[in-house]
């Protein structure tokens, strides 16, 4: 899943590259603006011909938000933070509009300041930048309409664009990485930890049953074996003695250790296995095509964490940078609403 942090964070270091050079972008200029207007205007107000409600939920700065739009971000935002579905859809619409009322605010600083990003710009970035290329590809593949994720990337580019060149380059220290590198090792080794799993060792044994003239002259077989299976079992001490115990047995076939997890076992096998514990052997029975008796050695158990992803302080420090400027960014879209005028025209949606 993709969590909407990490999406600003990733969109952010574009931006951010843009700003100090790193990525040729130019400003708009006259045709540039216009057509961010209109793009903005698109977005704003959804084509009549679709089957959605214009009822307008809110308006900011004179500029109307439809429920249509809300609905369409509620959709967006359970791709970015899927743990919103266990939300009311009430509580889902507000969060919706609010940050579709973010989005007016931050489309009108970008505007002001010649930094709102073109459908044109987007698509040359789309091409040459494979991170936002596959950002917009992994949202178009859930579901979710290419004209949708182009304005929310145009939006969020360019208000990273603004706060990185009103708040310029962030600097972070060796001791700040280093804590927060310990910081983020405990917590991935806590995590790992909780989704731990115990896993179960298991050895399968075979006695083969070779096909009778007759039916009945195979069972008689089978039943033969079964005897001989019980007297391995009870020979049986440990899953690296298993050669020893089958001593003097025709025709033991040892398989190969393949662990396996309790959870996904059948109640009776993992009863029989816990009450016995590890060394012991049980007989399953006669194979249901009666080619063979089996038997299920238990070799042990151990507790076994997912691989716990890599991390270099490079990452770390560019994790801090990144919360950095989104606090700044934080703190002036706070500011700007505080100037905005907002009217809410459903007030089951205000804040």
């Known amino acids: 899943m993709i969590s909407d942090q990490t999406m600003m964070y990733r969109i952010f270091r574009i931006a951010r590259q843009q700003v100090h050079g790193r990525i040729g972008h130019g400003g708009p200029g006259r045709v540039g603006l216009v057509a961010a207007a209109l793009l903005s205007f698109v977005t704003l107000f959804p084509s009549p011909s679709a089957a959605v409600s214009t009822r307008v939920v809110a308006t900011v700065n004179d500029k109307a938000i439809s429920a249509y739009q809300v609905k369409q971000r509620v959709k967006l935002l359970k791709v970015l933070r899927p743990q919103i579905s266990r939300k009311s859809s009430k509580q889902q619409e ?48 859930r579901g979710l309409s290419e004209r949708l994720v ?8 360019s208000w990273n664009r603004i706060v990185s060149r009103r708040y310029g380059q962030q600097t972070v220290n060796d001791a700040q990485v280093d804590a927060r590198f310990q910081q983020i090792t405990q917590e991935i080794k806590k995590q790992a930890a909780a989704a731990s799993v115990t896993i179960y060792n298991l050895l399968p044994i075979t006695l083969p049953v070779e096909r009778q003239s007759t039916p009945e002259l195979t069972q008689e077989v089978a039943r033969s074996r079964m005897i001989e299976a019980q007297r391995l079992v009870q020979r049986f001490r440990s899953c690296g003695a298993a050669r020893k115990a089958a001593r003097g047995i025709f025709n033991v ?19 029989t296995l816990d009450r016995q514990g590890p060394g012991s052997a049980f007989v399953m029975g006669v194979a249901p095509d009666a080619s063979a008796v089996q038997i299920m050695a238990y070799c042990g158990k151990k507790r076994v964490a997912p691989e716990a992803p890599k991390i270099t302080r490079d990452m770390v420090k560019q994790r801090i940078e990144d919360e950095r400027y989104e606090n700044l960014g934080r703190s002036y879209l706070r500011d700007l609403r505080k100037n905005a005028f907002i009217e809410y025209k459903d007030a089951g949606l205000s804040n």
Do not use: H
């Open 94 to 141: 507000r969060e919706a509009l609010k940050a579709l009322i973010d989005d007016v605010l931050k489309n009108e600083e970008a505007k002001k300041r010649n930094f709102l990003l073109t459908g044109a710009q987007l698509d040359k970035l789309l091409t040459e930048a494979s991170g936002v290329k596959n950002l917009a590809e992994r949202l178009t593949s």
């Open 150 to 157: 182009k304005s929310y990337i145009i939006t969020r580019m």
């Open 253 to 271: 076939r040892i398989g190969k250790r393949i662990p396996a997890d309790p959870r996904r076992m059948p109640k009776q096998m993992k009863r």
